[in-house]
């Protein structure tokens, strides 16, 4: 098992940026952001590999950049030009093998 503590949420208006943190209690190969809406289920944000290679959904690529610091078993979601529709909580993820894990996730609020 490994412990994931999210940080960086807040409220912040449409156009702006928000930085969003996940710090692990070891090293991870694989780890992705995931985030879920009000009514809606849990979706997929964004996955970075240990060698650094990412994948983004479609309504976040060009916008939102995943990436990780190994040195410090943390990985970060840089959000920029934010809409209201991004309004969730976000969660980091991280791939186990056996059982994935979830951190408590941290609340980004998009006004408009």
């Known amino acids: 098992q490994v412990q994931l503590v999210e940080s960086g949420g807040g409220l912040v208006q449409t156009g702006g940026s928000l930085r969003l943190s996940c710090a692990a209690s070891r090293s991870i190969f694989s780890m992705a952001w995931y985030r879920q809406a009000p009514g809606k289920q849990r979706e997929w944000v964004a996955t970075?590999?240990?060698?650094?290679?990412?994948n983004y959904a479609d309504s976040v690529k060009g916008r939102f950049t995943i990436s990780r610091d190994n040195s410090k078993n943390t990985l970060y979601l840089q959000m920029n030009s934010l809409k209201p529709e991004d309004t969730a909580v976000y969660y980091c993820?991280?791939?186990?093998?056996?059982?994935?894990?979830w951190g408590q996730g941290t609340q980004v609020t998009v006004s408009s």
């Open positions: 993820k991280a791939y186990l093998i056996g059982q994935d894990s």
């Open positions: 970075i590999s240990g060698g650094g290679r990412t």
